[in-house]
């Protein structure tokens, strides 16, 4: 059996019949000229792709460059990487990609979930210059269209934050509970800036995506105590689970592509090449694909089968809730309080949260105070009195009228 893979140290590595192994680098020309000598030239059906990268800046680019090369030439891509969230989604869409780990749409999901179920109904978008910034606002205006017959939500600002100035759109806005997507790096400085304008507190909620927590668990002291994430396991033993399960996806498709008797005479020997002999793209790679989406795959007790949904997203997705707590020597650390499980109707489950300022009770997530303006139009007096024309003894043109106004002596007596 023939496939490929990639390795969690951004490396391509190639495994030919479970014997020869190649490590390629990664870089743009590398990753074309793999392509063309390592992979066509053994006719791989399928590449599987793993890395639990997140640095969300030139690998993405390469792992999206990578993508879309492999979907041009009509090769599926069994997925699983950690920075899935920076792809740009028409273009995973349009490729013959299917993703294990969960997506930008799940982590929304999430987040909203957990609006939800402390009643938080209004809140702002936070983003940096991030790959993938305007698919998360899309992705949560989506979600919001979606949950409307059950919940009502109002997206009160969507800040993209290119300098520390932007936050001050939040200043004067009604938002206490903000979304926020960026990278570990970029949190530290918006955080830092949200601190100084007083959009930090026990009056303030953050809830942050799989980017800002990445797989460490101890926290930047920038970051404020109470934040909220959504998390999943990035780390090497988690990817070598995953390659298990992308081997099954990929023989049961091979299984059901050799079964259906329509493709008797089909190969799933690709005779693509780079060097004009051959073919350009695989036009058995469309059909081939459409068996890999199709699989179900038995998963461990409790959990539902691994499938996927039409645009190659996993159905059923399992995202862990952090809390961001003080631990020892007052580190602040990342604490599972809760599971959101998609494939659930009431899918969040949280246990005590530790909410900002060390509070036990959650923010009202509106604001305290209002502040009211009183103003006044500007016009002249109701009644007001002036003496008459001296020459006419009648009174000016502006409908005023004669009338007697007693002396001081008078009102006196």
């Known amino acids: 059996m023939r496939f490929c893979a990639t390795s969690s140290l951004n490396t391509f590595i190639s495994i030919l019949d479970r014997r020869a192994i190649t490590i390629i680098s990664p870089y743009t020309k590398a990753i074309l000229k793999s392509l063309c000598k390592e992979f066509l030239n053994f ?35 069994i997925a699983w990487n950690a920075d899935n969230s920076g792809l740009e989604r028409r273009a995973s869409q349009s490729s013959l ?55 009502k939500f109002t997206i009160l600002n969507a800040v993209l934050v290119a300098n520390k100035g932007d936050l001050a759109a939040l200043v004067d806005s009604e938002a206490r509970v903000m979304l926020l997507y960026c990278t570990r790096e970029e949190a530290i400085d918006i955080l830092t800036a949200a601190s100084d304008l007083h959009l930090t507190g026990e009056n303030y909620v ?81 059909r081939f694909f459409r068996y890999l989406r199709n699989v179900s795959v038995e998963a461990e007790a409790g959990r539902p089968n691994l499938e996927f949904t039409p645009d190659g997203v996993l159905k059923a997705a399992e995202l862990k809730i952090m809390n961001l707590r003080p631990g020892v020597s007052k580190q602040l650390v990342w604490e599972e309080i809760g599971v959101w499980k998609s494939w659930q109707k009431e899918g969040l489950d949280i246990k005590d949260i530790v909410w900002p300022g060390n509070s036990h009770t959650p923010p009202q997530g509106v604001p305290e105070k209002f502040h009211l303006k009183i103003t006044f139009l500007e016009e002249p007096p109701y009644i007001k009195l002036a003496p008459p024309d001296p020459i006419t003894g009648k009174c000016s043109m502006d409908r005023g009228v004669l009338c007697r106004v007693a002396s001081d002596e008078a009102i006196t007596e």
């Open 43 to 77: 006719n791989v059906s399928s590449i599987l792709y793993l890395m639990n990268y997140e640095q969300y800046g030139r690998s993405t680019a390469s792992a999206q460059y990578f993508l879309q090369l492999a979907g041009y030439l009509g090769i599926p891509v």
């Open 97 to 151: 990609q299917l993703q294990l780990a969960p997506s930008l749409e799940h982590q929304t999901a999430a987040m909203l979930s957990i609006l939800e179920r402390y009643k938080w109904h209004q809140f702002s978008v936070v983003t940096s210059l991030i790959a993938g910034h305007d698919d998360f606002i899309q992705a949560v205006r989506e979600r919001v269209s979606f949950m409307q017959d059950r919940f």
């Open 206 to 286: 953050w809830v942050v995506t799989q980017s800002v927590i990445e797989s460490a668990f101890q926290a930047p002291y920038q970051f404020p105590v109470g934040m909220l994430g959504v998390h999943f396991d990035t780390s090497s033993q988690s990817l070598v689970n995953e390659i298990t399960a992308a081997i099954k996806v990929y023989a049961y498709g091979v299984e059901d592509f050799l079964a259906d008797k329509v493709n008797r005479y089909r190969s799933l020997t690709t005779h693509l090449s780079c060097e004009g002999a051959g073919v350009a793209r695989w036009d058995t790679g469309d």
